[in-house]
């Protein structure tokens, strides 16, 4: 079911239960190719690597696994974990020397996915990047993609399914919105960032495609790219998320809540 | 009026407490009864259903914690969960049957394992510890070996000298029963960081009240800490402790009754309690504690001082914890914490400022301990290694990143490829810098302040054939840009940098676009939070770790550092991606409507600020 040549079954032996989730037997919808040895050499030893398809379905189950851990929303994002010492150097004012996964500003503002584009459907690319602004239409939505986004990945999929063309765009969260000593009051202004061209005072020749049908069964593709800020717009945000340091109180909750407590006029909890 | 509600929320509280544990003994004394003497005895103090009616009427998320102390804890098998920690799983290597399967030949081996430490002095002082703990009702013994029944787990007491002091620790690894147990939590606790970040925190909320931040603190002790939690009867055949006896000079058997230090499962145990306590101080008190096992700090505004320390007090008594009460563990509300072998001095706080440093007892010992190794000229790896992790922890309280530069030496050192015990000149020099930075360096200085934010972008290019290009832009917390600059550097003026034949050298650029941006805006910079993007990966985390493997990397960073440090600068090194970095185009000499020709730093300015830079780089970083 993940992609082997020949009817094979694996066994992964693992700390997180999430792996369990990838203990599927073979539907028996598919021809194998037959045990045998070619040139001296076992099919086995053919056999022998995890096949690409394997290889994602076990990354993804255990990113889901970390993610619905830590309860964060974006699974890549967050794939390396946070760790509770992180927050505690943070409000203790050092930088930890560790790579953190989430950035102040991050590295795009958006994250946008087309699944299921047909495969004679091409957005032009140099260096990873797009060249122009595209705008496409599908089924009465129009989808803006700005350009200089980066191409983070391409999936080709192969016909014979009927695939609906789906897409996505997800804002990609800052480190400030894990803050708890300063609740970040500026969570409005960021969710009204709006994609626009990457040249902003320039003019960018934008392509416009066309989709006739929502739907497919021929070879089709996912792409996925990622929203490049312009200098002038990651200027402002990084303005808007500030300094770590004033972000964090590396407290438990409940201590962190006293120590407001105490010292609060209006606080009404401890009125009796 | 907000001080008279806190203090009447704590009578409140406790008196309700008091009344409770009054009305709930009969029933308490009726649990207890029912429990076998030796468990009874180390649970006298507790009040267990006490504790229950908190948690099932504070709502406290480990619902079944009374329980568990009631009942007493597994050494072996599934640790429970809490709910309160966060979730890690740490699986068993072996079962209870397995460890059960080859106990008999195990304490036989180890029955003749157990011999003198080689120091009679510390051998009499673990007999000595070892008989009081019999005294004190926290084991039993000494038993008869042939009393062992099959599947009877034995493991081995040994000496601990720390500070003077002997500490028995009872060595459940090596019998094996620390592997059959899983954990699905991570037993946190709260460092210095933590408390740091409590006092600031603390001042921060008082300042925004527009009170005074004025603070005293405390620390308190939970007294033998694990030895106020009992072990669970299904346990107490894995709790046989084999233990050196000096007079017969063989080994004694005895078995535990409270916990032992040396089980898994005994820290989490007592992880639970102990945040159980910070809990119900900090939901139902409102009195805010660090929690780091059995050590819990405390701060207050000095109005409150007095009543945090009576309340506090009585919640543990009320609850049934022991805890220094006098002696030089017992402390009261004053302007110097004493804790973790940190000192936090709160004399500064009606200025927003705590000052944090090292005791003065870890400054005599590591000056001693330093001297030492200068004087005799060597220094082992293992040494070296015990050594880094020593300064290292010394030198995160010592104001100022240079010490970082120094540490690393000693890293070097250590994992050098074809090791020399010998001392070489350059770590002699680190060393020598890290001990007068241990005896003279300036505390760490935390404020509460909200410091002005500065942006610092910052870029640089670099071509074999036509030379390199450096660029920053400084901005303003409201997104103005205040200063920039852009420089094209020959190919010949880079010769310090590509020796050795060489072919790029953007790491060291892109670093030292940092350091000369903050020498040259040094004056913009003093006092302020300053947030610095950078596209290079590798010159951002040589800027957070202070060092790097390129020796002209490392010089640099001790440039930018000694910046910051001179200006008290609080830095944060985070990456900007090259398309969205407005410094790039300075960096290439191309213009940018933001980048106005008045604020541009004149061109003999950031000249000489390069020349000055790769004086300073060329002589820190040639070999020694």
């Given at each position: 079911?993940?992609?082997?040549?020949?009817?094979?079954?694996?066994?992964?032996?693992?700390?997180?239960?999430?792996?369990?989730?990838?203990n599927?037997l073979?539907?028996?919808?598919?021809?194998?190719?037959?045990?045998?040895?070619?040139?001296?050499?076992?099919d086995?030893?053919?056999?022998?690597?995890?096949?690409p398809?394997?290889?994602k379905?076990?990354?993804t189950?255990?990113?889901?696994?970390?993610?619905?851990?830590y309860?964060?929303?974006?699974?890549?994002?967050?794939?390396?974990?946070?760790?509770l010492?992180?927050?505690h150097?943070?409000?203790?004012?050092?930088?930890?020397?560790?790579?953190?996964s989430?950035?102040?500003?991050?590295?795009?503002?958006?994250?946008?996915?087309?699944?299921?584009?047909?495969?004679?459907?091409?957005?032009?690319?140099?260096?990873?990047?797009?060249?122009?602004?595209?705008?496409?239409?599908?089924?009465g939505?129009?989808?803006?993609?700005?350009c200089?986004?980066?191409?983070?990945?391409?999936?080709?999929k192969?016909?014979?399914?009927?695939?609906?063309?789906?897409?996505?765009?997800?804002?990609?969260?800052?480190?400030?919105?894990?803050a708890?000593?300063?609740?970040s009051?500026?969570?409005?202004?960021?969710?009204e960032?709006?994609?626009k061209?990457h040249k902003?005072?320039?003019?960018?020749?934008?392509?416009?495609?066309?989709l006739?049908?929502?739907?497919?069964?021929?070879e089709?593709?996912d792409?996925?790219f990622?929203?490049?800020?312009?200098?002038?717009?990651?200027?402002?945000?990084?303005?808007?998320?500030?300094?770590?340091?004033?972000?964090?109180?590396?407290?438990?909750?409940?201590?962190?809540?006293?120590?407001?407590?105490?010292?609060?006029?209006?606080c009404?909890?401890?009125?009796? | 009026m907000?001080?008279?509600?806190?203090?009447?929320?704590?009578?409140c509280?406790?008196?309700?407490?008091?009344?409770?544990?009054?009305s709930?003994?009969?029933?308490?004394?009726?649990?207890?009864a029912?429990?076998?003497?030796?468990?009874?005895r180390i649970l006298?103090?507790?009040r267990?259903?006490?504790?229950?009616?908190?948690?099932?009427?504070?709502?406290?998320d480990?619902?079944?914690l009374?329980?568990?102390?009631?009942?007493?804890?597994s050494l072996?098998?599934?640790?429970?969960k809490?709910n309160?920690?966060?979730?890690?799983l740490?699986?068993?290597?072996?079962?209870?049957?397995?460890?059960?399967?080859?106990?008999?030949?195990?304490n036989?081996?180890?029955?003749?394992?157990?011999?003198?430490?080689?120091?009679?002095?510390?051998d009499?002082?673990?007999?000595?510890?070892t008989?009081?703990?019999v005294?004190?009702?926290?084991?039993?013994?000494?038993?008869?070996?042939?009393?062992?029944?099959?599947?009877?787990?034995?493991?081995r007491?040994?000496?601990?000298?720390q500070?003077?002091?002997?500490?028995p620790?009872?060595?459940?690894?090596?019998?094996q029963?620390?592997?059959?147990?899983?954990?699905y939590?991570?037993?946190?606790?709260?460092?210095?960081?933590?408390?740091?970040?409590?006092?600031?925190?603390?001042m921060?909320?008082?300042a925004?009240?527009?009170?005074?931040?004025?603070?005293?603190?405390r620390?308190?002790?939970?007294?033998?800490?694990?030895?106020?939690?009992?072990i669970a009867?299904?346990?107490?055949?894995h709790?046989?402790l084999?233990v050196?006896?000096?007079?017969?000079?063989?080994?004694?058997l005895?078995?535990?009754?409270?916990?032992?230090?040396?089980?898994?499962?005994?820290v989490?145990?007592?992880?639970?309690?102990?945040?159980?306590?910070?809990?119900?101080?900090?939901?139902?008190?409102?009195?805010?504690?660090?929690?780091?096992?059995?050590?819990?700090?405390?701060?207050?505004?000095?109005?409150?001082?007095?009543?945090?320390?009576?309340?506090?007090?009585l919640?543990?008594?009320?609850?049934?914890?022991?805890?220094?009460?006098?002696g030089?563990?017992?402390?009261e509300?004053?302007?110097?914490?004493?804790?973790?072998?940190v000192?936090?001095?709160l004399?500064s706080?009606?200025?927003?400022?705590?000052?944090?440093?090292?005791?003065?007892?870890?400054?005599?010992?590591?000056?001693?301990?330093?001297?030492?190794?200068l004087?005799?000229?060597?220094l082992?790896?293992?040494d070296?290694l015990?050594?880094?992790?020593?300064?290292?922890f010394?030198?995160?309280?010592?104001f100022?990143?240079?010490?970082?530069?120094?540490?690393q030496?000693?890293?070097?050192?250590?994992?050098?490829?074809?090791?020399?015990?010998?001392?070489?000149?350059?770590?002699?020099d680190a060393l020598?810098l890290?001990?007068?930075?241990?005896?003279?360096?300036?505390?760490?200085?935390?404020?509460?302040?909200m410091?002005?934010?500065?942006?610092l972008?910052?870029?640089?290019?670099?071509?074999?054939?036509?030379?390199?290009?450096?660029?920053?832009?400084?901005v303003?917390?409201?997104?103005?840009?205040?200063?920039?600059f852009?420089?094209?550097?020959?190919?010949?003026?880079l010769?310090?940098?590509l020796?050795g034949?060489r072919?790029?050298?953007?790491?060291?650029?892109?670093?030292?676009?940092?350091a000369?941006?903050?020498?040259?805006w040094?004056?913009?910079?003093?006092?302020?939070?300053?947030?610095?993007?950078?596209?290079?990966e590798?010159s951002?985390?040589?800027l957070?770790?202070g060092y790097?493997?390129?020796?002209?990397?490392?010089?640099?960073c001790?440039?930018?550092?000694?910046?910051?440090?001179?200006?008290?600068?609080l830095?944060?090194f985070?990456?900007?991606p090259s398309?969205?970095n407005l410094?790039?185009f300075?960096?290439r000499?191309?213009?940018?409507?933001?980048?106005k020709?008045n604020?541009?730093?004149?061109?003999?300015?950031v000249?000489?600020?390069?020349e000055?830079?790769?004086?300073?780089?060329s002589k820190?970083?040639?070999?020694?």
């Amino acid at each position: 079911m993940f992609g082997c040549q020949r009817l094979k079954r694996t066994c992964l032996a693992s700390n997180n239960g999430a792996v369990m989730s990838l203990n599927v037997l073979c539907d028996g919808r598919h021809e194998h190719a037959p045990w045998s040895m070619t040139d001296g050499v076992f099919d086995t030893s053919l056999e022998a690597e995890y096949t690409p398809m394997l290889a994602k379905a076990l990354a993804t189950t255990i990113l889901e696994a970390i993610a619905n851990e830590y309860k964060l929303p974006n699974v890549v994002q967050y794939s390396k974990k946070l760790k509770l010492s992180h927050f505690h150097a943070i409000a203790a004012a050092k930088q930890p020397t560790k790579s953190m996964s989430m950035h102040m500003v991050p590295e795009y503002s958006h994250v946008i996915v087309l699944a299921n584009v047909p495969y004679w459907m091409s957005f032009h690319c140099t260096n990873s990047a797009l060249a122009a602004c595209v705008y496409l239409t599908c089924g009465g939505q129009d989808i803006f993609i700005p350009c200089a986004s980066k191409l983070l990945r391409k999936t080709i999929k192969k016909g014979g399914d009927s695939r609906l063309f789906k897409f996505s765009v997800e804002r990609t969260p800052s480190l400030k919105v894990l803050a708890d000593a300063q609740p970040s009051g500026d969570k409005v202004a960021e969710s009204e960032l709006q994609l626009k061209c990457h040249k902003e005072s320039q003019v960018c020749k934008g392509e416009r495609l066309v989709l006739e049908q929502t739907h497919s069964d021929e070879e089709c593709a996912d792409w996925v790219f990622g929203v490049r800020w312009t200098p002038e717009e990651f200027l402002r945000q990084a303005v808007l998320v500030g300094h770590p340091f004033s972000n964090f109180s590396g407290l438990p909750p409940e201590v962190g809540a006293a120590c407001g407590c105490c010292n609060h006029d209006s606080c009404g909890c401890c009125k009796q | 009026m907000t001080h008279a509600d806190v203090v009447n929320n704590r009578c409140c509280k406790l008196g309700e407490w008091t009344r409770l544990a009054r009305s709930l003994q009969d029933a308490e004394n009726k649990v207890k009864a029912a429990m076998p003497e030796e468990r009874k005895r180390i649970l006298a103090t507790k009040r267990l259903l006490l504790m229950k009616h908190v948690i099932e009427v504070e709502g406290y998320d480990d619902k079944t914690l009374a329980e568990d102390v009631m009942h007493g804890f597994s050494l072996v098998g599934e640790v429970p969960k809490s709910n309160v920690l966060p979730r890690k799983l740490l699986p068993a290597a072996m079962t209870e049957q397995d460890l059960c399967a080859n106990s008999q030949r195990a304490n036989l081996a180890l029955r003749y394992m157990t011999r003198s430490s080689g120091d009679e002095e510390l051998d009499d002082k673990l007999w000595a510890k070892t008989v009081s703990e019999v005294d004190k009702g926290w084991m039993l013994g000494p038993l008869q070996w042939s009393e062992l029944g099959d599947g009877d787990t034995v493991s081995r007491r040994f000496p601990l000298e720390q500070s003077g002091k002997v500490r028995p620790i009872d060595d459940l690894s090596q019998s094996q029963i620390n592997a059959t147990v899983t954990c699905y939590e991570q037993a946190t606790v709260d460092g210095p960081d933590v408390i740091c970040a409590f006092a600031t925190y603390l001042m921060r909320c008082l300042a925004d009240q527009g009170r005074s931040t004025e603070l005293l603190g405390r620390s308190l002790d939970l007294a033998s800490a694990y030895r106020q939690l009992a072990i669970a009867d299904g346990s107490r055949r894995h709790a046989f402790l084999s233990v050196y006896n000096p007079s017969s000079k063989s080994a004694e058997l005895f078995q535990q009754v409270a916990l032992p230090f040396g089980s898994r499962t005994a820290v989490n145990a007592f992880i639970w309690c102990a945040r159980f306590l910070q809990w119900t101080a900090a939901k139902c008190l409102k009195l805010p504690l660090s929690c780091y096992f059995d050590d819990f700090v405390s701060f207050s505004s000095p109005a409150l001082a007095g009543n945090s320390q009576a309340a506090l007090c009585l919640m543990l008594d009320v609850l049934g914890w022991g805890f220094d009460k006098e002696g030089p563990k017992s402390d009261e509300f004053s302007l110097l914490v004493c804790a973790l072998g940190v000192q936090f001095d709160l004399s500064s706080c009606k200025d927003g400022l705590l000052r944090v440093c090292n005791t003065e007892k870890r400054v005599q010992d590591t000056i001693v301990l330093l001297d030492e190794i200068l004087a005799k000229g060597d220094l082992k790896k293992r040494d070296a290694l015990v050594l880094r992790g020593r300064l290292a922890f010394c030198d995160a309280f010592i104001f100022g990143r240079l010490g970082k530069v120094a540490l690393q030496e000693i890293t070097r050192h250590a994992y050098a490829s074809s090791f020399s015990d010998s001392l070489s000149n350059v770590l002699k020099d680190a060393l020598k810098l890290l001990r007068d930075r241990v005896l003279r360096g300036k505390p760490r200085l935390l404020s509460c302040k909200m410091l002005e934010t500065l942006f610092l972008l910052t870029d640089a290019s670099f071509d074999p054939s036509d030379g390199a290009g450096l660029g920053a832009v400084l901005v303003s917390s409201q997104g103005q840009v205040l200063a920039w600059f852009g420089l094209k550097v020959e190919i010949e003026k880079l010769s310090t940098l590509l020796d050795g034949g060489r072919e790029t050298v953007i790491g060291e650029l892109e670093t030292l676009a940092v350091a000369m941006s903050l020498l040259l805006w040094a004056d913009h910079l003093d006092s302020t939070q300053l947030m610095v993007y950078i596209d290079n990966e590798g010159s951002k985390f040589s800027l957070i770790k202070g060092y790097s493997v390129s020796r002209a990397i490392t010089a640099i960073c001790a440039l930018a550092a000694t910046t910051l440090d001179e200006h008290y600068v609080l830095p944060w090194f985070g990456r900007i991606p090259s398309p969205s970095n407005l410094a790039d185009f300075p960096s290439r000499q191309i213009k940018h409507p933001l980048l106005k020709h008045n604020v541009e730093v004149p061109k003999e300015e950031v000249e000489a600020v390069f020349e000055s830079s790769m004086s300073f780089v060329s002589k820190a970083a040639s070999p020694q």
